[in-house]
């Protein structure tokens, strides 16, 4: 798999017709800095893990957060 944040139209070609992996995403500054900048204010944060997934070895599968509209 790759993870970047933008792909050329040439990668992005290549990567469809070999019928490789894409990955989307967002970074925790995106988005717990987007609920703060939409007016949130953060209150408590919660990560689980998928105990039959094998990413679940290496870190959690999930986050959560409790917002609260300011």
């Known amino acids: 798999m790759l993870f970047v944040t933008s792909l050329s139209k ?34 408590d944060l919660y990560e689980d893990l998928m105990s039959d997934s094998p990413l679940g070895k290496y870190h959690p599968n999930y986050i959560a957060t409790r917002g609260m509209k300011m």
Not at 16 to 33: A, I, N
């Open 10 to 43: 040439e990668d992005l070609d290549e990567y469809l017709t070999k019928g490789l992996p894409l990955e989307f995403g967002h970074s925790l500054t995106d988005l717990l800095g987007g609920q703060c900048a939409a007016g949130f204010v953060i209150t």
